[in-house]
């Protein structure tokens, strides 16, 4: 695992993967990754100018860049009722938008917008998918989440911060809502003898256009400072990432990161310690979280 690097990324022939926010930062280092060893990619974003200003970087790719806003559930259907029309099969989904630092926002829905975005959006794309994803090759879903899950801590009942509104909560708990659901989702394919696997990643310190997101200017100047000093690039901070989308030794509902910050960048299998990380939580989070999408996973089977 440490000494994996692009270099041994198995060939993607025959491969398609689905990765939000791809037009920036981790999302566009995997999309360059994986197609350059031969992947099919669908790139799944809000702004398809933006995307499609990018195609020249993707010479002889096959490349095909579609809508969706991960903060808005209707966005969310909207774009797995239409890979279901075109026929696409998904052997990967990499469920990597994300938004952070963000003054108190709702979405469409009326969700507090960094879990929504963050999380809401991937826990609805993900159920539409399985279905497919279970006829795919070698069937992933990737979740990236930060080390800062680790400061997160969910009161049910003030999921969406009414109360007591803090950017850096909001986000914090986003990410473990990540952290919840991957391994949840472990749990459950593997009860159910899926051969979907839920992988679990994050880039640690990455110098990706988030980090620079934070309100006001003059934050926004520090994190960019602290990014520039102590992170690393996006090709970088996006091994984890693409190993736990193709490596057939990747671990399942485990958390890999790049290694610690200022050391060599190794693909590292970490334990997950957080005071808001307990199967409780994680079951708690699933319930809420079915109930505000109206997400289609199947119901658990009673002994």
């Known amino acids: ?14 491969r ?39 195609r020249p970087q993707f010479p002889g790719a096959d490349l095909a860049i579609h809508k969706l806003d991960t903060s808005d559930l209707d ?17 990967v989904l990499i469920n990597n938008a994300g938004i952070g630092n963000q003054p108190h926002a709702v979405s469409a829905q009326g969700h507090e917008l960094h879990l929504a975005t963050n999380h809401l959006g991937h826990f609805l794309l993900t159920a539409l998918l399985l279905p497919n994803l ?24 003030n999921l969406h911060l009414t109360r007591g509104y803090n950017s850096g909560r909001a986000y914090s708990n986003s990410k473990l809502a990540n952290v919840l659901f991957a391994t949840e989702l472990d749990r459950r394919l593997r009860a159910t003898n899926s051969p979907v696997q839920s992988m679990l990643t994050h880039p640690g310190i990455a110098r990706t256009p988030m980090i620079s997101s934070a309100p006001g200017p003059i934050l926004s100047r520090l994190t960019g400072s602290i990014a520039g000093l102590l992170g690393r690039p996006a090709t970088q901070a996006a091994l984890p990432i693409n190993y736990a989308a193709t490596a057939p030794e990747a671990p399942a509902g485990q958390m890999l990161s790049p290694g610690k910050t200022l050391r060599k960048t190794q693909v590292t299998q970490e334990p997950l310690r957080a005071k808001g990380f307990t199967p409780e939580a994680a079951t708690t989070l699933w319930t809420h979280s079915e109930n505000l999408t109206n997400a289609p996973y199947p119901t658990p089977q009673t002994p």
């Open 75 to 91: 966005s969310v259907s909207s774009f797995a009722a239409d890979l279901e029309s075109r026929g696409d099969q998904v052997d």
């Open 1 to 14: 695992m440490r000494t994996w690097t692009l270099a041994n990324m198995p060939d993607q022939t025959g």
């Open 134 to 157: 279970a006829n795919g090759k070698d069937p992933r879903v990737v979740t990236v989440a930060s080390f800062m899950y680790k400061l997160g801590h969910f009161d049910f009942d």
């Open 16 to 54: 398609t993967a689905v990765i939000t926010g791809a037009t920036s930062g981790l999302g566009l280092a995997v999309a360059h990754a994986l197609s350059a060893r031969g992947a099919r990619v669908i790139m799944a974003v809000r702004n398809i100018a933006k995307a499609e200003a990018l």
